[in-house]
């Protein structure tokens, strides 16, 4: 994909916001428990490779993924700390896994059968370093019971190039004020991991994203998966106050490129959605849905000079067009995410707009929109 160096449109992220955040929950942890950064899909639209070495500054001392090209990505760049896959990986890729020494997820005996059968076939050296997902209520990934754990217990016993690196389970409601299906995790949890701990020494033992080391981090274990939270998101919106304050990294910048002044009773955009009540100053901003910018955003804001400019007409795929307060110069800059003089607007004002969630609005920036770090 071209990334568009050349254009008048840029995502910025602040390299000491996501310093901070990691730094802060750092210091808050338990000296024997470790912060792993998830930066699975681009860091949430925030670079995995750069969010990846601010992390390791703060503090971080390893990494989530969700698929295993994340995690190949980031040895590639030279990041040497243990990274977790956090999804199932492909049997047939298990070479690959011990040969880049990553740790991943497994949820079947099946998985692993095969998985060792592999091993054997392709005289592969070394161990493969499990995390034993358990499913405690996420109804994902994971084992179900003590008893289906029994004879994956048994069967890793037999195998020594199988290794139980780590035990983790992952809560669905830990961003919600009602604890009581959280709790009813933790007790599934509590069993299984009970179990276990009678028959390895697992290295790590966690359960926490942001949401659960922000509201619940009684019970963090010895590691945590710190997600949204180092992008500076509250991971329950503005359902939940944070314990303390988190510094978004990302904003959204561009220009006008095109102002004029229409007429009244004229059209904007596709199907001719909006007419102008009276003459207006409209002005024309160059990124498009094909940029993650959603077409629910017609009827939105952006801020020009800190002055609130509603979004009229569908967003096309490349451009949208806003109703100026009055002429602009081409060139006047536009913010689409962050703050102009006293106005702000966040990604979670987006999301709840667009009627999602803020992880969404991130991920969903394209890489077509070039990133810059400060
Ligand atoms: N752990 C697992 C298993 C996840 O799937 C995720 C994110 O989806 C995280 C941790 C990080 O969650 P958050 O971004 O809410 O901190």
């Keep these: 994909m071209a990334v568009g160096l050349h254009r008048n449109a840029q995502i910025v992220i602040n ?68 990274i977790l896959v956090l999804g199932i990986s492909r049997v047939e890729d298990v070479k690959i896994i011990v040969e880049n020494n990553i740790s991943v997820a497994v949820s079947s005996l099946k998985w692993l059968q095969e998985a060792e059968k592999l091993m054997k076939a392709e005289c592969i050296k070394g161990s493969l370093q499990l995390h034993l997902a358990l499913d405690t209520g996420m109804g994902r990934i994971g084992f179900q019971s003590v008893s289906e754990l029994e004879t994956v217990v048994s069967y890793i016993k037999q195998h020594s190039d199988l290794n139980v690196e780590g035990i983790f389970t992952h809560f669905s409601t830990a961003d919600s004020k009602d604890s009581s299906y959280f709790d009813k995790q933790l007790n599934r949890f509590n069993e299984m991991k009970s179990f276990l701990l009678t028959n390895f020494n697992p290295k790590y033992v966690h359960v926490s994203n942001s949401a659960t080391s922000l509201w619940h981090s009684e019970c963090n274990g010895n590691m945590i998966r710190f997600g949204v939270a180092i992008y500076g998101l509250n991971p329950s919106g503005n359902d939940i106050d944070l314990p303390y304050p988190l510094n978004p990294a990302l904003s959204l910048t561009s220009e006008i490129v095109h102002c004029k002044l229409v007429s009244k009773g004229y059209s904007i955009g596709y199907g001719a959605t909006y007419t102008t009540k009276s003459d207006e100053w409209i002005g024309t901003v160059p990124i498009g849905y094909a940029d993650g910018f959603s077409r ?49 607007i966040t990604l979670f004002d987006i999301a709840q707009y667009c009627d999602t969630i803020h992880y969404e609005v991130s991920c ?9 770090y400060v």
């Design 15 to 82: 390299k000491n916001a996501i310093f901070k955040n990691i730094k802060t929950e750092k210091d808050k942890l338990n000296a024997d428990t470790s912060l792993f950064a998830v930066v699975k899909a681009n860091a949430y639209g925030h670079g995995a490779i750069e969010v990846a070495n601010v992390a390791k500054k703060a503090g971080a001392d390893g990494f989530c993924v969700a698929i295993l090209d994340e995690a190949l990505e980031l040895r590639e760049a030279g990041i040497s700390e243990p």
């Design 364 to 372: 969903n920036l394209s890489n077509r929109l070039p990133r810059f």
């Design 296 to 344: 629910k955003m017609q009827g939105f804001y952006v801020l020009i000079d800190g002055i609130k400019c509603k979004i009229v007409g569908r967003v096309c795929m490349d451009q949208f067009m806003v109703k100026l307060p009055y002429q602009v110069n081409t060139g006047t800059k536009v913010v689409i995410i962050g703050s102009s003089n006293n106005e702000t």
